[in-house]
């Protein structure tokens, strides 16, 4: 039982690259999520999903993309990373009984 | 409009010390408040969470203690550890599980 995964864990992209950061959970956990957190600014929500094929605008949602096509996963996608996308990512996921959330270990972000 | 204050941003505590973080929301809403500890490297984890049905609630050496009419809840570390040296983030959510959380403290337990 791994929980949730994120790949990659690091990476560095030119201004104007894409690029699909991917989140796995094999908790069977319907509700998944994206954050992005920045120094002195916790962590803020992108976008959101309650199930396969369902997804929702978070907090700051712009620049991003994200799909739901399978449960045990969700992808983030940037279309064209502007160095203000500069940030660690943190996936997580919890089930519809209980309000935990399980983060995974992140993946910090550079765009040049 | 900032939903979860928290305070302080940094916070040094002598071993064995008590370590007092302070989170203040404003949507009456909420109705679960948790707690996540972050060590560097990692995703946060939840450490311990209330609900406002009760005043404190306490885990070990962690306590939550809750003032709802005042919409204030705060952490408190007894007997502090050097391996307590961590991010803590104070949070809120309502429905669906949507966590709002306070701009993190950053404790450091000096040995």
């Known amino acids: 039982n791994a929980g949730v995964t994120q790949t990659p864990k690091f990476r560095v992209l030119k201004t104007g690259q894409s690029m699909t950061l991917l989140c796995a959970q094999d908790?069977?956990?319907?509700?998944m999520y994206w954050y992005r957190q920045d120094p002195g600014m916790g962590l803020r929500l992108i976008h959101y999903?309650?199930?396969?094929?369902?997804?929702a605008k978070g907090e700051v949602p712009d620049g991003y993309n994200v799909s739901r096509l399978k449960k045990q996963n969700f992808l983030l996608g940037l279309e064209s990373a502007a160095p203000s996308q500069t940030s660690v990512y943190f996936c997580?996921?919890?089930?519809?009984?209980?309000?935990?959330?399980?983060f995974g270990p992140g993946t910090r972000l550079t765009v040049l | 409009q900032q939903q979860v204050k928290q305070s302080p941003q940094s916070l040094i505590v002598q071993k064995g010390g008590i370590s007092i973080i302070n989170c203040a929301y404003e949507?009456?809403?909420?109705?679960?408040f948790p707690w996540y500890q972050q060590f560097p490297g990692k995703g946060p984890a939840l450490l311990i969470a209330?609900?406002?049905?009760?005043s404190e609630k306490k885990e070990g050496r962690f306590t939550i203690s809750f003032n709802k009419s005042a919409k204030q809840f705060s952490l408190h570390i007894m007997d502090s550890q050097p391996g307590d040296s961590a991010t803590y983030f104070c949070a809120a959510s309502k429905e669906l599980g949507k966590i709002i959380f306070g701009k993190g403290t950053r404790l450091h337990i000096l040995p």
């Open positions: 999903s309650v199930g396969e094929g369902t997804t």
């Open positions: 209330i609900r406002p049905d009760v």
């Open positions: 949507n009456t809403a909420f109705d679960y």
């Open positions: 908790m069977n956990h319907e509700y």
């Open positions: 997580a996921s919890r089930s519809t009984t209980e309000d935990t959330q399980y």
